[in-house]
Every structure is written in structure tokens, then in C-alpha cells.
């Protein structure tokens, strides 16, 4: 017992093991097919900026930030459109200091001259003003010509600067990461507005979390025409840093996911998220890459679990879809609510994945499991015994090959008399026709009564009742004592038949020897892959191919055609349903105490039908009873 319970544990830790490695492959496949696969990253943006964009809880205007635009009525009053007119900017920022601003913003690019008078009053002006005023320069990667950037750099001398370029998606060019700091260093626009502000800015690229209006349609922020700020209520722009930039239809406006929702954000308003979050210290709601990680291994565990329910693939596949829309519609309300993002597509792909490798693995398990239990037991089993076997795979089966298994059964060894005779009067090819006749008529009968045979040896047959299929009550183990007994009845009467069918062909009759013996065994699958037996092991074989040896030494048959001899635990459970004669206790080779034994007698048998074959002399033990 002890070697079977370590079998079945080391069974049970390859099976957690199996789960593990699939739970843990499938997620990670997920996880890194979602990031690294442009289409699948992609996609799983593009479901994140939806919810963004449709589900984002409404928010108040910004208390800390306000835009001041320029539009197509600002143009209208100016007298120079582009580049924008110096004079009217340095006038703008004068209002705006007047109305008690924190800081000033300009998302306006200064790359080329105007009036040289403008362009001074405008510079002096950002030099001078008493609030901070940061003008926007450019990277190196903004396509800009070398007297462009030698203006620009000497216009901008002494004047706190910040770069305005915004990092899009390579794959959609939209706009979702934040970049504080460009390769040479230079901060971005709102990193150094905040930094003023004294904010603590990251040092690496963030996801924008992306602000939402009161509601939709009105804009995140408190925004006002540039051409209107003189006419403001005292006190409306009072305490904010606001950020001046233009709103046309056309230029400077970018992807984001707020832009799903309407038409593409301005980029000075994607400025103004940018140091609205940076001002509140938030982070992405989205999940995490571990958060992300650890709910796609649940998910994967629990796409493993649902498989390992065993399902018919119909129904699984039906059944998946229900916990796969539970989480997409939770993620969204959740998010609705004001709660994490959480990124549906790796948590998706884990779960269906999950479900359909581990889907996958049972079904080629049960297909090695069907191959094994075919090549050992389907050749010579009834229907039913073949449906229990499959059916119940899962107690004995380890591995791919039957376990070894302490159970009790019946085992059934049976032996021709007459059998020289026959060998003597046929040739090889015809002889060989003649046994596969009888073997095939003794598998029928011994399927019939729901036994297994295991094999041939020579014109022997063991065959075993109870097996591998372990039986867990005494009436279920004197059932199949009962089964092997009347078996080895029917097999005496079918030899009859043949005998006759024998003797109009001119061939001798033969007899029948059977041994029956009920008990404890070892059972299990011996072999490797070229070549698999399964195999009984104890004394209860052995006991059987004794009490078919001894047979022939006892005087009354059975019926005309046949001995069956059985031991008494077999005759134990089968007294009183059938007719049983006492031959006695006897030494049989092996055994070290004397064996009871009794003679089974059909009762039905015309016992004076045919006379029985002539007995035939045989060497005491024949080498096919070894097993």
C-alpha cells in the first residue's frame, strides 16, 4: 500500500505541476503577446481609451490650471497672424499678471522674427515679469532650420524654457505617455511650469490621466478667449497657472483618447493634463504591470479550473463566455465607479487560453489514457466492462499507464486437454486456424461475463474478473467470483458445439481445464512503450494456474468436456447458486499449507451426451502456466 499512496502522490504533484507550468505559460503568453504584438497592444489601448472616453467619471473644472486661447476670433483682431503678433502677447501676459496669476505657459513656438520692436517689448516683457513665464523651445527632433533655432535660442536667452513635443503611439499616434524630460535634458512644458510650482516631477515617462469635463462636451479646464481676458471678473484667472496657446481647427491638434469622444484635443489642452497631474501628484488609473500580471494569472488559474470541470467542449465553450463578459462588464463599471482601469485584453486571452490548453491537454491525456487501456483491454472486453474502464480511467490510471493497485479479484486459467492430438493430426496453417476458432469462441464467453483476458500462453487463457477497476464491497467482489465460475460453465457447454462441428471434420474432441481462484493481487501495466502487458502479480494467479494444473488429476468432471476446479474462496462465494462437489485439501506446487478445493458441476449438462476426449498425459507443471 505504501508504494501505490507515493505512486498516487507523485501523481497528484505531476498533475499540480502540469496546472502550474499551463497556468503560468498561458499568462505569461498573454502578458507579453499584449505588450510586445502591435496588433494585440494596440487593440488593448484602443479598449482602455474608450472607457477613458465614455466612462470616465465627470470631474469640476481644474481649480489650479485655466487656458487661455487663441482662436480664429482672436486672430480677427490682430494685426499679425503669423508669426503671431509680439505686441499683442506682450500685452497679454501684462493682463494676466495684472489679474494675479500664479505662472504663464506660452505653447508658442518664437523661431522666427517679426518687428524687431514687438519682438524685444515681447522679450523684455517675459524677462521682467514678476510671475514665472515659461516659453516652449524645441528638441532636437523638431524638424526646425538653422536660423530658426539660432533665433529661437536667442530669443529665448534667460527665458525659462520647456519643450512641448508630445510622444505618440508609433502604431496610432495617439497621445497617452508623458515624457518630463527630453534626451539633452530640457524639461517639458508642464514639468517645468510644476517644478515652479514646486511639485515633485518623475524622472521617467508617465501615463497621462487624462481629465475628464463636468460633463460632456464642457471642457476639463477653465478656458478663455485671449482677446476677452481684459473684460474678466476680478479674480476668476487669481492663483492659477495658465497656459496660452492656439485652438485652430487643424493645427497643433492631437489623438488622445478624450479626442475619441469629439473631435482631436488641442495641444495646448494635452499641456494642461499633463500639469494638472503632475500639480495633484496622480498616476494612471490603469492597473499596474504587476496588478495587470497577477489578475491574468488569476484568470488563467481560473480558465484551468473550468477546464479540469469536464465539461463536454460544447458546453465549456458556451459556459467560458459568461465569466469572460462578467469581466468585461465589471471592468467597466468599475472604472465607471471610480476605480482602477483594468486592462481587459491579457486577463481575456489568459482565461480563454487557460481554458482551451488545459481543454486541450485533458483531451490528448484522455486520448494517450484511451490508446493504453485499448491496447491492453479493448480487444477482449465486453461493451460494459470497455464503458466502466474508460469511465472510472481516473482511479487507476497514472502517468498515461495503469498504476500499480492492490485489489482483490477472480482469476480464471484455463488449459485444453486432447490439445497433442489435435497438433499431431493438423498442419501448421490449418492447425493454427483451428485454435484461433476455440480462442475465439472462449474470449466471446469470457466477455460475456464481463472478465478481462490478458493474454495467450499457447492454447492457455488467463483471463481475470474484477480488474482494473477496484472493487470496494465483499458483494461485488462474490459477484465476480460468480461471473468467472458460470463463464468456465458456459465455456464447457460452447465445447460441446465445437466438438461436435470437430468431429464431422474428422478432428478429435478436447477437453477443457479450468482453475478459479479469488483474492488479494497486485495489478498493474508492465512494460514500455514498444511493448505493454498488464500484468497480475501474487498468489492469487499463481493459485489459479495450480488448480488448472491439478485438474487433471482429479476423476469427476464438471461436465463432458470439462474440469473446473476452483478454491475455496471462490466456492465461498458462489455456495448456494451453484452446484460445488468437495475434492478435498491438496499440496499444490508453491504453497506451503494444503489448499481446499472444490469441484464445480453443471447441472444442466446432459452428462451423457458425448463421451468425454481420452485423457490425455501431460508433464506435471507445463511451462504455459507460468504467468
Known amino acids: 500500500m505504501t508504494a501505490a499512496g507515493g505512486g498516487v502522490g507523485a501523481e497528484a504533484w505531476r498533475a499540480a505541476l502540469t496546472v502550474a507550468v499551463i497556468v503560468a505559460g498561458i499568462a505569461a503568453l498573454a502578458v507579453g503577446l499584449t505588450h510586445l504584438v502591435p496588433p494585440l497592444r494596440s487593440a488593448d489601448e484602443t479598449f482602455g481609451d474608450l472607457q477613458i472616453a465614455y466612462l470616465s467619471p465627470p470631474q469640476p473644472p481644474h481649480p489650479g490650471v485655466a487656458l487661455v486661447t487663441l482662436g480664429e476670433d482672436s486672430f480677427a483682431t490682430l494685426v499679425c497672424r503669423s508669426p503671431i503678433d509680439r505686441g ?185 493634463q499633463v500639469l494638472a497631474q503632475l500639480l495633484d501628484g496622480r498616476t494612471s488609473p490603469r492597473l499596474p504591470l504587476a496588478a495587470e500580471t497577477a489578475l491574468t494569472l488569476a484568470m488563467a488559474a481560473a480558465g484551468v479550473a473550468l477546464a479540469l470541470t469536464g465539461l463536454p467542449l460544447g458546453l465549456l465553450a458556451a459556459v467560458s463566455l459568461v465569466p469572460l463578459a462578467g469581466l468585461w462588464v465589471g471592468g467597466a463599471l468599475l472604472f465607471a465607479q471610480g476605480g482602477p482601469l483594468v486592462p481587459l485584453m491579457a486577463p481575456s486571452m489568459a482565461w480563454l487560453g487557460g481554458t482551451a490548453a488545459m481543454a486541450a491537454h485533458l483531451s490528448l491525456r484522455a486520448r494517450a489514457d484511451r490508446r493504453v487501456l485499448m491496447r491492453l483491454f479493448a480487444n477482449h472486453v465486453s461493451q460494459p466492462v470497455a464503458d466502466e474502464i474508460w469511465r472510472e480511467r481516473a482511479t487507476f490510471m497514472a502517468g498515461n499507464r495503469p498504476r500499480p493497485q492492490h485489489l482483490t479479484a477472480t482469476v480464471l486459467f484455463s488449459d485444453i486437454e486432447g490439445f497433442t492430438t489435435v497438433c499431431e493430426a493438423l498442419e501448421p496453417e490449418p492447425l493454427m486456424r483451428w485454435l484461433e476458432g476455440y480462442l475465439d469462441a472462449m474470449v466471446r464467453i469470457v466477455a460475456a461475463h464481463d472478465g478481462v483476458v490478458l493474454r495467450f500462453i499457447g492454447d492457455a487463457i488467463l483471463a481475470v474478473f474484477g480488474v482494473p477497476v ?136 446432459d452428462q451423457t451426451g458425448i463421451p468425454p476426449p481420452e485423457r490425455e498425459e501431460e508433464p506435471e507443471e507445463s511451462e504455459k502456466t507460468s504467468l
Open 88 to 272: 499683442f502677447l506682450a500685452d497679454l501676459i501684462g493682463r494676466l499678471e495684472a489679474a494675479g496669476v500664479r505662472a504663464i505657459g506660452l505653447d508658442i513656438l518664437f523661431d522666427q522674427p517679426t518687428i524687431p520692436a514687438l519682438d524685444e517689448r515681447l522679450r523684455r516683457r517675459m524677462l521682467d515679469a514678476r510671475i514665472p513665464v515659461v516659453a516652449v523651445t524645441a528638441l532636437a527632433q523638431t524638424p526646425l532650420t538653422e536660423a530658426q533655432r539660432r533665433f529661437l535660442d536667442g530669443f529665448l536667452d534667460g527665458v525659462p524654457r520647456g519643450h512641448a513635443n508630445l510622444a505618440k503611439d508609433p502604431l496610432d499616434a495617439t497621445v497617452r505617455w508623458h515624457v518630463p524630460q527630453g534626451p539633452d535634458g530640457t524639461p517639458s512644458l508642464p514639468a517645468k511650469l510644476a517644478s515652479l510650482a514646486g511639485a515633485a516631477i518623475p524622472d521617467a515617462p508617465f501615463r497621462i490621466d487624462w481629465r475628464p469635463g463636468p460633463s460632456p462636451g464642457e471642457p476639463p479646464f477653465p478656458a478663455y478667449p485671449a482677446e476677452l481676458v481684459a473684460l474678466l471678473p476680478p479674480g476668476w484667472l487669481a492663483g492659477r497657472i495658465v497656459l496660452v496657446g492656439t485652438v485652430l481647427n487643424g493645427i497643433d491638434r492631437h489623438r488622445t483618447p478624450l479626442a475619441l469622444a469629439g473631435t482631436a484635443t488641442p495641444g495646448v489642452e494635452t499641456q494642461a
Open 470 to 605: 477496484a472493487r470496494t464491497t465483499q458483494a461485488q467482489i462474490d459477484a465476480d467470483a460468480e461471473r468467472a465460475v458460470r463463464c468456465a460453465v458456459q465455456m464447457g457447454r460452447e465445447l460441446a458445439t465445437l466438438n461436435r462441428q470437430w468431429r464431422e471434420e474428422g478432428l478429435p474432441p478436447v477437453g477443457v481445464r479450468v482453475g478459479i481462484h479469488t483474492g488479494p493481487l497486485v495489478a498493474g501495466s508492465m512494460g514500455g512503450l514498444r511493448h505493454m502487458e498488464y500484468s497480475l502479480l501474487g498468489d492469487t494467479a499463481n493459485t489459479a494456474a495450480r488448480l488448472e494444473s491439478h485438474a487433471k488429476t482429479v476423476g469427476a468432471r464438471s461436465s463432458p468436456h470439462c474440469r473446473i476446479v476452483i478454491g475455496d474462496p471462490t466456492a465461498q462465494a458462489v455456495r448456494g447458486r451453484i452446484a460445488l462437489l468437495p475434492v478435498g485439501e491438496v499440496a499444490l506446487k508453491g504453497k506451503a499449507n494444503p489448499v481446499r478445493i472444490w469441484l464445480v458441476v453443471d447441472e444442466s449438462e
